[in-house]
Each structure stands twice: as structure tokens, then as C-alpha cells.
């Protein structure tokens, strides 16, 4: 109502551009009111990021990356294959390479023969991996076989 009459008193001394000039001017009075009886709002609550969660081994990021590759790897032969086995590859190579001069990529017949076939075929680079989510997977008892075997040479 009281927009109404500043509205009209300035029609009423200026005309057309009277009522423009009140008009503005109420609006711009009526947000600034506003603005100052406006409710804050509430305060956000920062998220942490993925990096800033404290973990007891943060600085082993490796470990995690392996011990995560472990656990997936129980899932599926799929998992296994995707997840476990570039490891299982990755330090069987490294291994051999190290303690009988022997390049498992290069010369894989004296790897299988130094391991024995079944456990050579869990590091096996040259295997194709398994596309198969619904089959089951390798035991950890076998990768722990690998991984005794590897110790013994």
C-alpha cells in the first residue's frame, strides 16, 4: 500500500518519469531491507577430501595399492586376473630376474620349468586374462605357494 502511494505522489509531481524514479527507488529500498533482515545461511560443512582422511599407513601408499589388489583379487578369476595377478607378475619377474638371471618374458620355459607349471600359470605374462566375473578365483593359498616358492630360490 505505501508503495503505491510513493508511486502515485510521484506520478502526481513528475509525471511518467515521476513514477519511473519512485518506483526504482522504492524497489531498491524494499531489497535493501530485505537483505538486512535476511536469515544467514546456515554454515556448510567442509568435506575432506580423499587425501586428507587420516589412515594409520598413509604413507604407504604402495602397501594399500597392494593389499587392495589382494583383496579384489578374491572376488573372481576376472578380479584376480585384473587386480592381483600384475603383481603377482610384476615380483615373480623381478625375482627371478634378481636371484637366477632368468627374464621370465623373454625365456618363460625356464620360468615355468623353475616354478612348476601351476604356479607359473598364476604369473604367467603371456596368459590371457579372464573376462569371467562369475568364476571362481585363485585361493590365496596358491598365491601364498607362488610366493614360498619365490622366497625358496
Given at each position: ?42 554454515s556448510r560443512t ?108
Amino acid at each position: 500500500m505505501a508503495l503505491t502511494a510513493v508511486c502515485g505522489a510521484g506520478w502526481l509531481l513528475a509525471g511518467p518519469a515521476g513514477l519511473l524514479a519512485t518506483g526504482i527507488a522504492a524497489a531498491v529500498t524494499t531489497l535493501l531491507v530485505v537483505r538486512l533482515f535476511r536469515v544467514p545461511p546456515a554454515s556448510r560443512t567442509t568435506l575432506r577430501r580423499r587425501g586428507d582422511v587420516p589412515f594409520a599407513d598413509a604413507p604407504y601408499v604402495r602397501y594399500r595399492k597392494l593389499f587392495s589388489g589382494l583383496s579384489w583379487g578374491q572376488v573372481s578369476a576376472r578380479q584376480f586376473d585384473y587386480a592381483t595377478r600384475p603383481h603377482l607378475e610384476r615380483v615373480t619377474a623381478a625375482l627371478l630376474r634378481a636371484r637366477c638371471r632368468i627374464d621370465p618374458v623373454a625365456n618363460p620355459g625356464a620360468a615355468r620349468e623353475l616354478l612348476g607349471a601351476e604356479l607359473w600359470a598364476l604369473a604367467d605374462p603371456a596368459r590371457p586374462r579372464s573376462d569371467d566375473s562369475h568364476a571362481p578365483a585363485v585361493p590365496l593359498s596358491e598365491v601364498a605357494r607362488l610366493m614360498d616358492r619365490l622366497e625358496e630360490l
